[in-house]
């Protein structure tokens, strides 16, 4: 599916700016971004409930803006589940096979098939009331998936659901996917979500996309600072570029052939130089801004040892330890007071747990590869 030049406003107010995404194939592809920034308008658009003021909507080639939406072979899940009330589950899924009058058999086949694939095999025989939260929208995903269409579209199908549901529900997603192999377009707002099962993922912030990438992109090289703060826990500093210099041994692991990779010294207020590699062209001076995952983060109440050149390490002392089992979150001042978020993995039952309390002096250090600037 190409979507090109698309974009939309409600009276004044822009709702989409010129939105351009190729999507593959059999793709599970994530529209993420906060409440309001145009997603399910796109999502409307793909589905023909919304005319776009300008651009082109493809599928497999064919340009479906001309056409109504049942002629589009895109289905929608909604969030509401939109099921029939009055119908059992065989009946809501059966819905539009007995408008295409197909033959009782078939019907009966098919939409077993289906019920079957969502797992509600059991549960035909009853009414939309009588199921929970997450067996009505299976009902819902099988209905919209017995056309066989090209292309999926949910609507943040899972927000009306429980969170230990929603994970449940998060996975059979992916493995309905996985065996019917159409293009699903997900929209959420929900980063966790959006990692966890999509192949690549558009971020969008007030009608644009920010960033199109695979979940370890947009997490490991956010493209702006907005991206750094959504997508995950995130340090991001204002900093300006105090001397560049240029690599001749490529420090990043996948830095691509001819590709040139930078250290950098950035001067950040209250805490002092880091030194970070980047491949983007900076000059001194720049006013930039620099990001860093806490859990990139190595804490230790002794000092590391390490002679390597590329460590970046300061000292401070524990502001506010959250513990929660598996990991340990620390708030540590560094510097004029500057606070920088720290995550502990609690990786196996060698490990201390919870050692480093408030107030304890402590060091931070990590490798001039796991920082990032953002938003040049
Ligand atoms: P959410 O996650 O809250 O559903 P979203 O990213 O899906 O948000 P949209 O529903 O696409 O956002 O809405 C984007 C903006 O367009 C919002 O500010 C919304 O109020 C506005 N909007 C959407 N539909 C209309 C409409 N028919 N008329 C006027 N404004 C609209």
Request: proline residues 5%.
């Amino acid at each position: 599916m190409v979507i090109e030049g698309v974009s939309k406003s409600f009276g004044d107010f822009t709702v989409l700016n010129d939105i351009n995404l190729a999507i593959r194939k059999g793709e599970f592809f994530s529209l993420l971004g906060p409440s309001g920034c145009g997603k399910t308008t796109l999502l409307r658009i793909i589905a023909g409930f919304e005319s776009p003021d300008i651009g082109a909507v493809t599928i497999d080639g064919t340009d479906v803006l001309p056409l109504p939406p049942n002629q589009r072979q895109a289905n929608t899940v909604f969030q509401n589940y939109a099921l029939f009330p009055h119908l059992t589950v065989f009946e809501n899924v059966a819905f539009s096979l007995r408008i295409k009058k197909l033959s009782k058999g078939d019907v009966n086949a098919k939409v077993l098939d289906y019920l079957k694939l969502v797992q509600l095999e059991a549960h035909a025989h009853k009414k939309p009331n009588q199921l929970s939260g997450g067996q009505k929208q299976r009902v819902a995903i099988a209905r919209a998936l017995i056309n066989e269409p090209r292309v999926l579209l949910l609507d943040e199908p899972l927000s009306a659901l429980d969170a230990k549901l929603r994970q449940h529900m998060l996975i059979e997603l992916d493995q309905i996917h996985d065996k019917i192999g159409i293009t699903f377009i997900y929209v959420t707002h929900d980063q966790q979500e959006a990692l966890s099962v999509s192949d690549r993922i558009a971020v969008m912030n007030l009608g644009n996309v920010l960033q199109v990438g695979t979940p370890h992109d947009i997490y490991e090289s956010p493209a702006t600072d907005f991206v750094a703060r959504f997508i995950g826990e995130t340090n991001l500093f204002d900093a300006t570029v105090a001397k560049v210099e240029k690599l001749d041994q490529p420090l990043l692991p996948s830095i691509a052939e001819g590709v040139t990779e930078y250290m950098a010294e950035l001067e950040i207020p209250s805490l002092g130089r880091i030194k970070v590699t980047t491949v983007d062209e900076i000059k001194q001076g720049q006013k930039v801004c620099f990001t860093i995952r806490p859990e990139k983060i190595v804490i230790s109440k002794d000092k590391p040892s390490t002679k390597r050149g590329d460590i970046n390490l300061f000292q401070g002392a524990v502001d506010e330890p959250i513990y929660s089992g598996f990991q340990t979150k620390f708030y540590v001042k560094v510097g004029d007071g500057l606070l920088i978020r720290v995550i502990k993995q609690h990786a196996n039952y060698s490990d201390e747990g919870p050692d480093i309390v408030w107030k304890d002096q402590v060091y931070i250090s990590w490798s001039a590869n796991d920082g990032y600037i953002v938003g040049v």
